[in-house]
């Protein structure tokens, strides 16, 4: 799995596509926080990269590359390999580098500017939210043997959790806002990584104004040290569960 | 020239030390106790007292006497007695360490009471774990000056008001520190009156508390993390100018609260961190200047209910929300103020911004209605609805804008 690993690695660090990413994450990180007056500004560019860029990035490139990756996994299938050691490899190579580009990028302004408890909040969020979106890439190749539909899929995946899973739940939201749904929103926002990382952050950044809503259980609920946990533990199974799935399929696939 | 005044003057003095006999106090001494003092002196005269632990139970002064503690000696209430009454004009207390009153609800006891008089100056003391600190009650230009008055309470009813004040007149209550009793200061029925310099942290109420307390000024107090903030109410003509408003967290707790607060001056103060720096309710004809407001939840809140109110030349910047109010109808007027969420442009560089900032965010607007939806804020959705509302508005009052706002800082 290691050698996998290495050669993944070191095939991805010679991919300029990772390098462009690292550095437009570093102008951003480095310009919101140098240009704007204040850090908290720069604190809402950082969460609109982990909720936008972050997945889209991670989704497609994990995807183009999986697709790419194909004739050479092929050569080290014909190996005496284990299937899932390669594919585990694999999975480990690339939301490794992503994981790298992040912290590269982001993170390290990140904790220079903001060397606190919502600084390294952000800094796991990012991450995870990186590596939801390799899992759910390696899902979406194992779809299809299509790389332009499989690409399709990755972004559809993305724009069904950043944009219409938000639209349902302000839909839902009005729709049913006699009735007491906060309990169920909370257990819907489960189902959408990017929600979870979302309030996460946002409890954070916007204390003041959350401890105005008596009625706003969610903040009793994810502001408690359970509730973050299980946020933490919700997306390390938004991570495993996809990627497990994608394995038990590559595992039978016929390549 | 020179030197004749300072002769004079020097006469001056000499003459009003001399007016009254010096009375010594010492627990060593022969004059041991205070009460026996008071006793004793007859109005004009000053009492000295030796550094020493009092327990006297009740001491009334009811004659226009000087009182100075020498090396702060403690008058102790053994948690049963007022420690001091004050009963005549004229009455100067000073340097004294005042411990321990009694608690009771149906007279409460303070640490230093006074009652029904004029002229009478509180100052320099050290005042702990009283049940009221300082109560002046029907008082007329009395001074209260740079006393620490300290408590540690755990609810609202174990305790009474740091600086209590009812229906009283010219007051100065000047360089206090308030700390950990029911409110802050609070005033009842009080009017003229100057509140300057205070530090009013960490009580369980109210930092400051006033109601039906006209023509009085704020000025320059630090109001911090009190677990209701501060809240005034049913007044008139009230002028708060230099004031800190911080940290004032929770559901219910506003760094300044107004009720039904008319003619009034908020101008220059700082509202930091606070779960919402102003609400107004019921309130007209008050000028919101020069004020900064920062990392708060919401920088004001002013309901429909209020008119009339201008809020011109305020910096608003890192607040989650600026401004929200709870009705369409706009009484009141937003000018030249700087706001950070401002994307406008200016082109004539006069640093007014050539587009009127819209100051109200449509999210605030559906939260105050449905707080459930607090929960997709920040979401990308949520975003895009609220640019297109900023540009277009069409749920939230298109009057609720600020026609020239600054580009800068002030």
Redesign the interface.
């Known amino acids: 799995m290691y050698k996998v690993l290495r050669i993944v690695l070191a095939d991805i660090l010679k991919n300029r596509v990772l390098l462009v990413y690292t550095l437009l994450l570093g102008a951003l990180a480095w310009a919101s926080f140098l240009l704007e007056?204040?850090s908290?500004?720069g604190m809402?560019t950082l969460?609109?990269i982990i909720?936008?860029t972050v997945p889209l990035v991670s989704v497609l490139f994990s995807t183009i590359y999986v697709y790419n990756f194909n004739e050479f996994l092929e050569l080290l299938l014909s190996q005496p390999l284990k299937r899932s050691t390669v594919w585990l490899g694999l999975y480990a190579g690339v939301s490794l580098s992503l994981m790298l580009s992040f912290f590269i990028g982001a993170g390290i302004p990140l904790l220079i500017f903001q060397l606190n408890t919502a600084g390294f909040m952000m800094l796991a969020l990012g991450i995870l939210v990186s590596l939801v979106f390799v899992s759910l890439a390696f899902l979406a190749t194992m779809f299809t043997r299509d790389k332009s539909k499989g690409v399709g899929i990755a972004v559809m995946l993305w724009l069904f959790y950043?944009?219409l899973f938000?639209?349902l739940?302000?839909f839902i939201?009005?729709q049913l806002?006699d009735y007491p749904?906060?309990g169920a929103?909370?257990m819907i926002?489960f189902l959408n990584p990017i929600?979870l990382a979302?309030?996460m952050?946002?409890l954070h950044?916007?204390?003041?104004?959350?401890?105005?809503?008596?009625?706003?259980l969610?903040?009793d609920f994810f502001g408690s040290s359970t509730g973050i946990l299980l946020t933490f533990i919700a997306l390390c199974i938004w991570c495993w569960i996809p990627f497990q799935i994608s394995l038990r399929k590559f595992k039978k696939e016929n390549l | 020239m020179k030197y004749l005044l300072h002769i004079l003057s020097c006469l001056c003095l000499f003459h009003l030390q001399a007016a009254g006999k010096v009375w010594n106090v010492d627990q060593q001494g022969s004059l041991r106790y205070i009460r026996t003092a008071v006793g004793l002196a007859s109005p004009g005269d000053t009492i000295y007292v030796q550094k020493g632990h009092f327990k006297e139970g009740n001491i009334t002064i009811n004659k226009a006497l000087t009182l100075i503690g020498v090396n702060r000696p403690v008058l102790d209430g053994q948690k049963k007695y007022e420690v001091v009454s004050i009963r005549s004009n004229n009455v100067h207390f000073e340097g004294f360490e005042v411990i321990r009153s009694g608690k009771s609800s149906l007279d409460d006891p303070g640490g230093i009471k006074v009652y029904n008089c004029k002229n009478v100056s509180v100052v320099n003391n050290i005042l702990r774990d009283n049940f009221f600190g300082i109560y002046i009650q029907n008082g007329a230009k009395c001074l209260v000056r740079n006393n620490q008055i300290f408590a540690k309470a755990l609810n609202e009813q174990e305790t009474g008001n740091g600086i209590h004040c009812w229906k009283s007149d010219s007051l100065q209550i000047i360089g206090n520190r308030i700390d950990g009793h029911r409110d802050g200061i609070y005033f009842e029925f009080v009017t003229h009156s100057i509140i300057w310099r205070n530090i009013s942290t960490a009580n369980i109420r109210y930092g400051l508390h006033f109601m039906f307390s006209n023509d009085d000024v704020y000025i320059g107090n630090v109001l911090k993390n009190n677990g209701a903030g501060v809240a005034v109410m049913y007044t008139k003509r009230v002028k708060m100018f230099n004031n800190h408003f911080y940290e004032n967290?929770?559901?219910?707790?506003y760094g300044l609260l107004l009720k039904d607060i008319t003619d009034s001056h908020i101008e220059n103060n700082q509202f930091m961190?606070?779960?919402?720096g102003i609400y107004m309710e019921g309130s007209s004809r008050i000028f919101v200047q020069g004020n900064s407001f920062?990392?708060?939840?919401?920088g004001m809140k002013i309901q429909a209910s209020c008119m009339d109110i201008d809020v011109f030349s305020n910096n608003f910047?890192?607040n989650?929300?600026d401004v929200s109010t709870n009705g369409t109808l706009v009484l009141n007027r937003f000018k030249g103020n700087f706001w950070?969420k401002y994307e406008g442009y200016d082109i004539n560089k006069d640093g007014i911004g050539d587009v009127p900032f819209h100051p109200l965010s449509l999210f605030s607007y559906i939260?105050e209605?449905?707080?459930?939806?607090?929960?997709?804020?920040?979401?990308?959705?949520?975003?895009l609805l609220e640019r297109s509302e900023r540009i277009l508005p069409s749920l939230t009052p298109d009057e609720f804008i600020d026609p020239a706002p600054r580009m800068n800082?002030l």
């Open positions: 007056d204040n908290s500004k809402l969460l609109n909720i936008l950043a944009l938000d639209g739940i302000l939201l009005f806002s749904i906060e929103l909370m926002s929600d979302r309030i952050i946002l950044l916007d204390v003041s104004a959350m401890l105005g809503y008596t009625g706003a969610f903040f | 967290w929770g559901a219910s707790s961190r606070n779960t919402i920062n990392n708060n939840g919401w910047s890192s989650t929300f950070d939260a209605q449905n707080a459930q939806a607090m929960i997709l804020f920040r979401s990308f959705i949520v975003t800082k």
